[in-house]
């Protein structure tokens, strides 16, 4: 799966060492994933790359069912470096690949699930340039303000508008969702909690004023 400079792979490897990573028959089944990250950037000409490589043990269930996968996979690629705003793409192959390799009637009986996640993304711009960040700006995302949000909350969506999946949780969206400046749809409680950590609209960047801006103007 590919989007955008970003690319996705996930599967089940064939061959696999059971000892090294299977479960006891009283845990509940669970993911052993494999996971790496390449980044890339062009600079003069040259392409400059960079490889990260974790690996993780995750609940079954918590990686097959909406309402848990978001958070549970979003954990992982912030410990590997993956920038928040790039995520909703990833997250949402993660989720939909390992539910079908759950599914498998091979994988029926198995408590432990291989699993192996390559991911391709551009280096983030500081990085590609070598350039400092502003100060005012904190180092990672940054929570969106509380009135910004507030106003959001007050923005209900119409019917006709309304309809497609939340990019966060990857349910369906109904109405009652709030949109974004930027007019992008999501459930309410999914976009707060994310503004609540990160002022980037999820999809396209779009910058919510940040708490610190907020505090400085009072």
Not at 27 to 56: C, H, M, W
């Amino acid at each position: 799966m590919s989007a955008a400079g970003l690319h996705c792979e996930v599967w089940q490897p064939q061959e696999w060492a059971e000892s090294d990573c299977s479960s006891s028959s009283s845990e509940p089944p669970e993911f052993f994933i494999d996971l790496y990250v390449s980044s890339y950037a062009n600079q003069g000409g040259e392409t400059i790359s960079s490889l990260r490589y974790k690996n993780f043990r995750r609940r079954r269930d918590v990686f097959t069912q909406d309402s848990l996968s978001w958070s549970a996979i979003s954990t992982m690629l912030s410990e590997t470096s993956v920038p928040y705003h790039l995520q909703p793409f990833f997250i949402q192959h993660i989720s939909l690949r390992a539910r079908r390799i759950a599914a498998q009637p091979t994988n029926a009986l198995s408590r432990t699930i291989p699993i192996v996640v390559e991911l391709v993304l551009p280096l983030p711009e500081e990085e590609e340039s070598g350039s400092g960040s502003d100060p005012r700006v904190p180092n990672g995302p940054g929570r969106a303000s509380r009135a910004s949000i507030e106003e959001m909350e007050r923005a209900e969506i119409e019917l006709g508008i309304c309809g497609g999946d939340c990019a966060i949780c990857l349910d369906e969206i109904e109405c009652g969702a709030v949109g974004m400046p930027c007019s992008h749809i999501y459930h309410r409680n999914c976009i707060v909690k994310w503004l609540q950590q990160n002022n980037l609209c999820p999809l396209c960047r779009f910058q919510m004023p940040l708490e610190m801006e907020e505090q400085e103007e009072q």
